[in-house]
T-cell receptor, first 115, second 114 residues
Framework: DAGVIQSPRHEVTEMGQEVTLRCKPISGHNSLFWYRQTMMRGLELLIYFNNNVPIDDSGMPEDRFSAKMPNASFSTLKIQPSEPRDSAVYFC?????????????FGPGTRLTVL | AQKITQTQPGMFVQEKEAVTLDCTYDTSDPSYGLFWYKQPSSGEMIFLIYQGSYDQQNATEGRYSLNFQKARKSANLVISASQLGDSAMYFCAITTSGTYKYIFGTGTRLKVLA
């Protein structure tokens, strides 16, 4: 079975450019999470979807960040315009049902560098 | 709101010895789940073990066991017979029935010495 798929794996861009990160959750999973990991702030939850609906976006840092889940098999996280402080590893994770007993399955992450 | 505290930024252990990584949590929700993940230097997040708040027994998965002390709100990870490949960051996380969000601790970096 394929795990959570993220693309690109690495992204280098210049300040001010738009960045789009993509995620394909495990087939059949109905909850999807976006995280950001930095040395300074650790692993932060940005937003979480259940059945393609955003449930909690309180972790989205500011209006420059937006996330969508148009269907059960695809989600995007967009940063526009990007800034150097957005440099981090962005993880996508999915769970089967959204219950507290669910294990989160993480993708390999996208390492974003904003120059 | 729930919270996870991992007080050990770094730990060393000799190969083949056991090591305990500390995790304390805070939540007012009686129904919650506790997780441990491993993040090697390659960066992926690997699920290790799960403990539910109503589970009567401590969880075990191979060389991993969870020392769950509910009254103390602690969920320490015990790795037995450490191997060089256990060198990694280890994260404790909690999720509750109230929010279904996973809150992660700051992690403990474990180094296994040959």
């Amino acid at each position: 079975d394929a795990g959570v798929i993220q693309s690109p794996r690495h992204e280098v861009t210049e300040m001010g450019q738009e960045v789009t990160l993509r995620c394909k959750p495990i087939s059949g999973h109905n909850s999807l999470f976006w995280y950001r990991q930095t040395m300074m702030r650790g692993l932060e939850l940005l937003i979480y979807f259940n059945n393609n609906v955003p449930i909690d976006d309180s972790g989205m840092p500011e209006d420059r960040f937006s996330a969508k889940m148009p269907n059960a098999s695809f989600s995007t996280l967009k940063i526009q315009p990007s800034e150097p402080r957005d440099s981090a590893v962005y993880f996508c994770a999915s769970t089967p049902t959204g219950r507290i007993t669910d294990t989160q399955y993480f993708g390999p992450g996208t390492r974003l560098t904003v120059l | 709101a729930q919270k996870i505290t991992q007080t050990q930024p770094g730990m060393f252990v000799q190969e083949k010895e056991a090591v305990t990584l500390d995790c304390t949590y805070d939540t007012s929700d009686p129904s919650y789940g506790l997780f441990w993940y491993k993040q090697p230097s390659s960066g992926e997040m690997i699920f290790l073990i799960y403990q539910g708040s109503y589970d009567q027994q401590n969880a075990t998965e191979g060389r991993y066991s969870l020392n769950f002390q509910k009254a103390r709100k602690s969920a320490n990870l015990v790795i037995s017979a450490s191997q060089l490949g256990d060198s990694a960051m280890y994260f404790c996380a909690i999720t509750t029935s109230g929010t279904y969000k996973y809150i992660f601790g700051t992690g403990t970096r474990l180094k296994v010495l040959a």
